[in-house]
Protein backbone atom coordinates (compact mmCIF):
# COMPACT_ATOMS: atom_id res chain seq x y z
CA UNK A 1 0.00 0.00 0.00
CA UNK A 2 1.37 3.38 -0.64
CA UNK A 3 -0.32 6.73 0.17
CA UNK A 4 0.70 10.06 -1.61
CA UNK A 5 -0.27 13.33 0.13
CA UNK A 6 0.41 16.49 -2.70
CA UNK A 7 1.72 19.78 -1.70
CA UNK A 8 2.76 22.86 -3.50
CA UNK A 9 -0.19 24.32 -5.21
CA UNK A 10 -1.52 27.53 -5.38
CA UNK A 11 -2.33 31.54 -7.16
CA UNK A 12 0.77 32.29 -9.55
CA UNK A 13 0.48 34.94 -12.50
CA UNK A 14 1.25 33.38 -15.84
CA UNK A 15 5.28 33.50 -16.25
CA UNK A 16 5.31 32.38 -12.79
CA UNK A 17 6.78 29.30 -10.98
CA UNK A 18 5.57 26.49 -8.60
CA UNK A 19 7.28 23.91 -7.34
CA UNK A 20 4.50 20.56 -6.38
CA UNK A 21 5.56 17.75 -4.26
CA UNK A 22 4.46 14.49 -3.71
CA UNK A 23 5.44 12.77 -0.33
CA UNK A 24 4.79 9.18 -0.12
CA UNK A 25 4.05 6.79 2.54
CA UNK A 26 5.72 2.82 2.66
CA UNK A 27 9.01 1.47 2.47
CA UNK A 28 8.64 0.36 -1.22
CA UNK A 29 8.71 3.94 -2.91
CA UNK A 30 11.51 3.28 -5.01
CA UNK A 31 10.13 0.20 -6.19
CA UNK A 32 7.26 2.43 -8.35
CA UNK A 33 7.06 4.81 -10.82
CA UNK A 34 5.84 8.04 -10.34
CA UNK A 35 3.53 10.28 -12.75
CA UNK A 36 1.99 13.41 -12.76
CA UNK A 37 -1.48 13.97 -14.35
CA UNK A 38 -3.67 16.86 -14.43
CA UNK A 39 -7.54 17.65 -14.05
CA UNK A 40 -9.56 21.05 -15.48
CA UNK A 41 -12.72 21.64 -14.87
CA UNK A 42 -15.11 19.76 -17.26
CA UNK A 43 -11.94 17.96 -19.25
CA UNK A 44 -10.82 14.53 -18.94
CA UNK A 45 -7.69 13.81 -16.54
CA UNK A 46 -4.69 14.33 -18.36
CA UNK A 47 -1.00 13.02 -17.81
CA UNK A 48 1.53 15.50 -17.76
CA UNK A 49 4.94 13.64 -16.94
CA UNK A 50 6.37 10.46 -14.96
CA UNK A 51 9.80 8.94 -14.20
CA UNK A 52 11.04 5.88 -13.57
CA UNK A 53 11.98 3.99 -10.19
CA UNK A 54 15.73 4.87 -10.24
CA UNK A 55 14.95 8.78 -11.85
CA UNK A 56 17.18 7.67 -14.97
CA UNK A 57 14.14 7.79 -17.30
CA UNK A 58 11.71 10.60 -17.89
CA UNK A 59 8.41 11.48 -20.12
CA UNK A 60 6.61 14.58 -20.51
CA UNK A 61 3.64 15.57 -22.71
CA UNK A 62 4.00 17.95 -25.41
CA UNK A 63 2.28 20.76 -23.75
CA UNK A 64 4.36 20.95 -20.49
CA UNK A 65 8.21 19.83 -22.22
CA UNK A 66 11.05 22.19 -21.37
CA UNK A 67 8.55 24.30 -18.94
CA UNK A 68 8.26 21.17 -16.57
CA UNK A 69 11.04 19.02 -15.14
CA UNK A 70 9.97 16.05 -12.66
CA UNK A 71 12.59 14.34 -10.64
CA UNK A 72 12.38 12.22 -7.32
CA UNK A 73 14.46 12.00 -4.23
CA UNK A 74 14.05 7.78 -2.96
CA UNK A 75 15.94 8.92 0.22
CA UNK A 76 13.24 11.14 1.04
CA UNK A 77 9.91 9.37 -0.31
CA UNK A 78 9.36 12.39 -2.68
CA UNK A 79 8.90 13.62 -6.32
CA UNK A 80 8.50 17.30 -7.24
CA UNK A 81 7.13 18.82 -10.32
CA UNK A 82 9.06 22.41 -11.29
CA UNK A 83 6.45 24.03 -13.26
CA UNK A 84 7.74 27.17 -14.61
CA UNK A 85 6.44 29.97 -17.50
CA UNK A 86 3.34 29.00 -16.68
CA UNK A 87 0.21 29.43 -18.27
CA UNK A 88 -3.28 30.06 -17.98
CA UNK A 89 -3.89 26.88 -19.57
CA UNK A 90 -1.87 24.92 -16.79
CA UNK A 91 -4.77 25.58 -14.13
CA UNK A 92 -5.96 22.39 -13.03
CA UNK A 93 -6.22 20.62 -10.10
CA UNK A 94 -3.02 18.20 -10.12
CA UNK A 95 -2.21 14.44 -8.88
CA UNK A 96 0.30 12.55 -8.75
CA UNK A 97 0.65 8.65 -8.61
CA UNK A 98 1.99 5.19 -8.46
CA UNK A 99 3.13 2.74 -11.04
CA UNK A 100 4.76 -0.74 -10.26
CA UNK A 101 6.25 -0.55 -13.13
CA UNK A 102 10.28 -0.18 -14.58
CA UNK A 103 8.43 2.07 -17.35
CA UNK A 104 7.22 5.69 -17.47
CA UNK A 105 3.51 5.18 -18.17
CA UNK A 106 1.39 8.04 -19.27
CA UNK A 107 -2.17 6.62 -19.36
CA UNK A 108 -4.30 6.72 -15.89
CA UNK A 109 -5.13 3.08 -16.07
CA UNK A 110 -1.12 1.71 -15.51
CA UNK A 111 -1.05 3.73 -12.01
CA UNK A 112 -1.55 1.86 -8.58
CA UNK A 113 -1.92 4.72 -6.37
CA UNK A 114 -3.54 8.29 -6.43
CA UNK A 115 -3.24 11.06 -4.11
CA UNK A 116 -5.41 13.46 -3.24
CA UNK A 117 -4.53 16.35 -5.91
CA UNK A 118 -3.45 19.89 -5.17
CA UNK A 119 -4.75 22.70 -6.91
CA UNK A 120 -2.91 25.04 -9.45
CA UNK A 121 -4.36 28.65 -10.35
CA UNK A 122 -2.31 30.92 -13.57
CA UNK A 123 -3.92 34.14 -13.76
CA UNK A 124 -3.53 36.34 -16.88
Known amino acids: QVQLVESGGGLVQAGGSLRLSCAAS????????MGWFRQAPGKEREFVAA????????YYADSVKGRFTISRDNAKNTVYLQMNSLKPEDTAVYYCAAALTSRTPALTFEYDYWGQGTQVTVSS
Open 26 to 33: GRTFRSYA
Open 51 to 58: ISWSGGST
